[in-house]
């Protein structure tokens, strides 16, 4: 089916994003690591569960990005099948990025050298590829995408859970495909600032949220 | 609580979002109307939805807005509790949007103007609001946002249904909040462009839909 080859094509090249959060407790300031081709809703379902937040908790986010060009979703689909993307506007540069980093070569280097300083790591989909690729995961438990299980990093020591909608291991949080990013969301919010703000920001959203990581009917329906 | 009453403000001052399809059938040509201080995952939900779907199906998509400034999600919060934003970037403005627009005062004429060219109106969450008092919903069943339920427009003809998860009345597609503009679309893409390609895009978004466009327990919630 035509719709399957392209997809395998679409998960292997976008929805590359990583959620970060860093220093505080509970975390107060936001990144948001954009990368080409990143999947929109990667981002903007957990960063809606966050918007919702920021009205009660005080927060501030940074929208990190190679350059201050905006981020276009898909654009390898411009002239194959149809022109259909979205840009989002990066707020800081890898150079300029909140923190003095030092290695700001590409993303994999910036997530190698900024992940000792965070608090805590959320890898939405298939971000936590590049946290496998930067080493970070090495030694841990870790999930991502589901339809993408075989084209995961391999060559490293991460223990990759099939069936898991998210995944905790110490201070990195990883998520399953796209949308199971807005219930790892959701629950980080619920263990970090609360179960009760988790349920009213879902609430506010009317999204009927899944509570318990280790259910994936994906895992089960991809074959895993 | 705190958040409660930050939330009745923030939704009635943002999810302001659209989405129009224009005419062709099954519809090749997309636009979003961007709002300042849309909510993201009213756009982006959908969006994602559509975005798989452009894999497999020729979309073309025009992200509208008054000006080609990027258009940012609640800038209501700087200042008050958070510096939490994101901007997304039009590709059209209200003058330059495809197809000959006449009347470019606002959104809401842009709505009413540009409705009777339209094959499709899909409004997501309190942008049935703008859609309401555009007058194109006038004698026409509509549901929106239900934790704000009792803001939407009353002075005129709407039929508003509370518990729905999605309403469908002629070609004029209107979705409760937030997340409910997932379901929506994804219903959208199986009644025009197949059932089997909605039920792939939903999984390849390892999104578990809804796809009883009565069942609202979020109705149930806020007592509607």
Redesign the interface.
């Known amino acids: 089916?035509?719709?399957?080859k392209?997809?395998a094509f679409?998960?292997a090249t976008l929805a590359t994003s990583l959620t970060v959060a860093r220093t505080a407790n509970p975390p107060g300031n936001?990144g948001v690591l954009l990368f080409p081709n990143f999947?929109?809703?990667d981002?903007?379902?957990p960063?809606?569960a966050?918007?919702?937040l920021?009205?009660?908790?005080?927060?501030?986010?940074s929208?990190i990005a190679k350059t201050l060009d905006?981020v276009p979703?898909?654009p390898h689909?411009l002239g194959e099948?149809?022109?259909?993307?979205?840009?989002?506007?990066p707020t800081h540069t890898l150079a300029n990025a909140p923190s003095d980093i030092e290695d700001l070569r590409d993303e994999i280097a910036f997530i190698r050298d900024t992940y000792p300083r965070l608090k805590y790591l959320i890898a939405v989909c298939t971000g936590a590829w590049l946290a496998a690729d930067s080493g970070v995961l090495d030694g841990h438990n870790a999930t991502t995408?589901?339809?993408a299980w075989a084209e995961r990093p391999v060559n490293n020591t991460v223990n990759w859970i099939a069936h898991a909608r998210w995944v905790v291991d110490g201070n990195i949080w990883t998520s399953?495909?796209?949308?199971?990013g807005?219930d790892a969301a959701l629950a980080f919010v619920g263990e970090i600032y609360g179960e009760g703000?988790a349920t009213?920001i879902a609430?506010?959203?009317?999204?009927?949220r899944?509570t318990d990581p280790t259910r994936d009917?994906?895992a089960d329906?991809y074959g895993l």
Request: hydrophobic share 50%.
């Open positions: 089916m035509q719709f399957s392209s997809l679409l998960v936001w999947a929109a809703l981002v903007f379902g960063i809606e966050l918007n919702l920021s009205e009660t908790v005080p927060l501030n986010l929208l905006p979703t898909q689909v099948v149809s022109n259909f993307t979205q840009s989002v506007v995408n589901k339809a399953s495909g796209i949308s199971a807005i703000l009213d609430n506010a959203m009317e999204y009927e899944n009917p994906f329906l």
